[in-house]
């Protein structure tokens, strides 16, 4: 049987964890909860007191799925293709169960190896000039014909706020932690973001200074986030979508666990 999940708050992914544990599938299935503003639905289909899958649907129509071996998988596709118009991220043996043929994959990699130092990071928190300015990308999405071109430099702290607001917890709770490499009080090179769940850490952002690009910045980034989690013993994930950039985590010391295949169904 699938149910709604009711009243989504942030313990919801949480308090789920247990049901599975050591899966790198569920785990990207997990995080992708965590910022619960966003989800436009989330599902667990149930065999008697068991939980056997979770289904998380968000924004533009993305639904993660992760199942455990007993879980009902006709039912589970002919929910998903309920749906309507959906990207699926799920793991290979999952699509093959629901009848889908994935066109393209994203890798999820786990950290294997021990790091080298690299140049020290440094924890943002809420008393550090907002860094907006390397995140050029979500400058333009939250600012498109919002100011002239000119203009945006009187707007970089507001925008900045508002892009990690877009995550409800920011920089401000226990799930997520942001470091960077700064040069001065207030010059920042770069920037990596992660969120924490259980003895798992997913890092989801990474942004370097165009002009500091290819000097090994983020990967210092990275690697101080990485270096803080290890430990503790936790686990670090990351997802990429190319072989080059997948390459780039190899030599920090990231390693493929498993794809997640995408499939867009329309009906």
């Given at each position: 049987?699938?149910?709604?999940?009711?009243?989504?708050?942030?313990?919801?992914?949480?308090?789920?964890?247990?049901?599975?544990?050591?899966?790198?599938?569920?785990?990207?299935?997990?995080?992708?909860?965590?910022?619960?503003?966003?989800?436009?639905?989330?599902?667990?289909?149930?065999?008697?007191?068991?939980?056997?899958?979770?289904?998380?649907?968000?924004?533009?129509?993305?639904?993660?799925?992760?199942?455990?071996?007993?879980?009902?998988?006709?039912?589970?596709?002919?929910?998903?293709?309920?749906?309507?118009?959906?990207?699926?991220?799920?793991?290979?043996?999952?699509?093959?169960?629901?009848?889908?043929?994935?066109?393209?994959?994203?890798?999820?990699?786990?950290?294997?190896?021990?790091?080298?130092?690299?140049?020290e990071?440094?924890?943002?928190?809420?008393?550090?000039?907002?860094?907006?300015?390397?995140?050029?990308?979500?400058?333009?999405?939250?600012?498109?014909?919002?100011?002239?071109?000119?203009?945006?430099?009187?707007?970089?702290?507001?925008?900045?706020?508002?892009?990690?607001?877009?995550?409800?917890?920011?920089i401000?709770?226990?799930?997520t932690?942001?470091?960077?490499?700064?040069?001065?009080?207030?010059?920042?090179?770069?920037?990596a973001?992660?969120?924490?769940?259980?003895?798992?850490?997913?890092?989801?952002?990474?942004?370097?200074?165009?002009?500091?690009?290819?000097?090994?910045?983020?990967?210092?980034?990275?690697?101080g986030?990485?270096?803080?989690?290890?430990?503790?013993?936790?686990?670090?994930?990351?997802?990429?979508?190319?072989?080059?950039?997948?390459?780039?985590?190899?030599k920090?010391?990231f390693?493929?666990?498993?794809?997640?295949?995408?499939?867009?169904?329309?009906?």
């Amino acid at each position: 049987m699938i149910k709604l999940i009711e009243n989504l708050s942030k313990n919801t992914a949480e308090d789920l964890t247990a049901f599975f544990p050591d899966d790198t599938a569920a785990a990207f299935t997990l995080f992708s909860l965590l910022d619960f503003t966003s989800v436009d639905g989330a599902w667990l289909q149930t065999q008697g007191e068991d939980i056997t899958a979770l289904v998380v649907e968000k924004e533009s129509s993305k639904v993660y799925v992760c199942a455990c071996d007993t879980a009902d998988f006709y039912e589970l596709s002919d929910f998903i293709t309920r749906l309507g118009g959906v990207v699926v991220h799920c793991c290979s043996d999952i699509t093959e169960r629901l009848g889908i043929t994935a066109f393209s994959k994203i890798s999820v990699m786990a950290l294997k190896k021990e790091l080298t130092r690299g140049r020290e990071s440094v924890e943002i928190n809420d008393g550090l000039r907002p860094v907006f300015d390397l995140l050029m990308q979500s400058k333009t999405e939250i600012l498109t014909n919002a100011v002239e071109k000119k203009d945006l430099k009187k707007y970089t702290d507001r925008a900045y706020k508002e892009w990690l607001s877009r995550t409800t917890r920011g920089i401000f709770s226990g799930y997520t932690s942001v470091r960077a490499i700064k040069v001065g009080e207030n010059s920042i090179l770069s920037v990596a973001i992660a969120d924490r769940l259980g003895k798992s850490i997913f890092i989801r952002d990474v942004a370097t200074d165009s002009e500091f690009r290819r000097m090994g910045y983020a990967s210092d980034c990275i690697s101080g986030l990485c270096r803080d989690f290890k430990r503790d013993g936790e686990r670090v994930l990351l997802a990429c979508n190319d072989l080059k950039t997948e390459k780039l985590y190899n030599k920090i010391g990231f390693e493929r666990e498993i794809y997640m295949d995408l499939e867009i169904i329309e009906l």
